[in-house]
């Protein structure tokens, strides 16, 4: 695969898009999100009316939401893209989705956002961050509960010379030191890109999966999917989110015991419980598509961390 398109970093005092790819936002939420990329030095800017529409279960039509991330990807006087929040309807826009296959833009969101960042990578090769959301983690604020992790965010979007390295504040449920391509995202929205022409190629890759509000059960059928369809023998590491309100039945399998039981047998380094897209811990900012290894030992020694090889952005 060619070298990965990385897209300009951000700069102090530069302009950001705030987008609505999927699902309604509340105004406070979004307003509260704002005010913290104010602070971190950044501009905010928006349409108000496009970002706070409502339309069933989507925040607008798949027109009007297509043609809005259209208008940022081209816009020469923003530098990146953030998503307000994810729920459902991302797949939508992306029959059609006309966009400049070498001029990357910083994409960043999770949850629902993931059939974007799947789409650019295999369309394009574009580097895409997956990490919070302006009302859904920023609005909370740095540090906080369903926040998110400032330090991460930061080195993500501003790095232009080395990498950095992640602790990853999860458990090791397998052993052992792997390198790779880190991809993936919200369990969900990975299997649904199977069969699409913009099938995650998982060859190789360190896998995020996270997700949320799923019986464990959903989880097993999702996981076995992956495994079935190709997408779990080839890779080279697996990093699991902590999977909130997924919680069994009584005396029933956890998340953890059904991914041990069904991803265990892989023998492939594997972290449990990351603080990544939906966590109630501040939210981690993982760069996909850029080189990491991901290293974890057995339990009582070393945490486990994952090492990001190279910068995630372009000067």
Request: hydrophobic fraction near 40%; include cysteine.
């Amino acid at each position: 695969m060619p070298p990965p398109l990385k897209p300009p970093a951000l700069r102090p005092g530069d302009r950001i898009r705030i987008l609505s790819p999927a699902s309604p936002v509340k105004p406070d939420h979004l307003q509260n999100g704002c005010e913290e990329i104010a602070r971190l030095g950044y501009a905010p800017v928006m349409d108000r009316a496009s970002v706070l529409a409502q339309e069933s279960y989507f925040a607008g039509s798949a027109e009007a939401r297509r043609g809005a991330l259209e208008a940022a990807l081209a816009e020469a006087d923003s530098r990146a893209i953030f998503c307000s929040r994810g729920g459902y309807g991302s797949n939508y826009l992306l029959e059609g989705l006309r966009a400049a296959p070498g001029a990357p833009k910083i994409l960043l969101g999770s949850s629902d956002i993931t059939s974007l960042q799947i789409f650019f990578w295999q369309r394009f090769g574009w580097v895409t961050f997956y990490g919070p959301m302006v009302a859904q983690n920023f609005d909370r604020g740095a540090g906080a509960s369903h926040g998110y992790d400032r330090a991460s965010f930061t080195r993500a979007v501003t790095e232009t010379k080395q990498g950095w390295t992640l602790a990853l504040e999860g458990e090791a449920l397998v052993s052992g030191t792997a390198e790779g391509v880190l991809l993936g995202g919200c369990l969900t929205l990975v299997e649904a890109a199977l069969g699409t022409p913009w099938e995650l190629d998982t060859r190789g890759a360190i896998l995020v999966i996270e997700d949320r509000g799923m019986k464990p059960y959903q989880v097993d059928r999702a996981l076995v999917h992956l495994r079935q369809a190709g997408k779990l023998r080839e890779a080279a590491g697996l990093v699991l989110g902590d999977f909130p309100e997924c919680e069994p039945p009584a005396g029933g399998e956890s998340v953890r015991d059904v991914a041990r039981r069904i991803l265990g047998p892989l023998g492939l380094p594997m972290v449990w419980g990351a603080p990544v897209g939906h966590t109630a811990r501040a939210a981690l900012t993982l760069p996909l598509g850029v080189r990491a290894r991901l290293s974890t030992v057995a339990a009582g020694s070393a945490p486990p961390t994952l090492e990001i090889l190279e910068p995630a952005c372009a000067p």
